[in-house]
């Protein structure tokens, strides 16, 4: 990763407001390469295990990871909103990419807040 000016300058004043107790931790926005929209990584990951798992064994594995578990989707019981704890070191978007790799996990991602675009519709024109 490139370290511009600006961004060194950005990761100072971070460090100031996590020194201050003023935020806990921050992320990175991330743009999407193909609609250029913004995307912010929220505290959350959603996980899905195989099938092959019971809910209660997912839990137990995710938990084992360092999350939180927060919810279980009611209709893929082997599916979870789990929450990142560990304030600064904690990167969701890293965390959910070394879960991936687990053979007992279906996916990870993490949970996105999303620029939205509008579509035009021919009579918006």
Do not use: W, Y
């Amino acid at each position: 990763m490139l370290v511009t000016p600006r961004r060194a300058s950005a990761g100072k004043t971070l460090e100031h407001l996590r020194s201050d107790g003023k935020i806990e931790f921050a992320n990175a926005v991330v743009r999407d390469a193909e609609t250029g929209l913004v995307k912010i990584p929220t505290d959350e990951i959603i996980v899905r295990c195989k099938r092959s798992m019971t809910p209660s064994e997912c839990r137990r594995l995710i938990e084992s990871s360092g999350l939180e578990v927060v919810r279980q989707n009611e209709f893929v019981p082997t599916q979870f909103i789990a929450k990142v704890v560990g304030g600064a070191q904690a990167d969701p978007v890293r965390i959910a990419a070394k879960l991936s790799k687990s053979a007992q996990i279906e996916f990870a991602a993490p949970n996105f807040l999303s620029q939205h675009q509008r579509l035009k519709n021919a009579s918006d024109q």
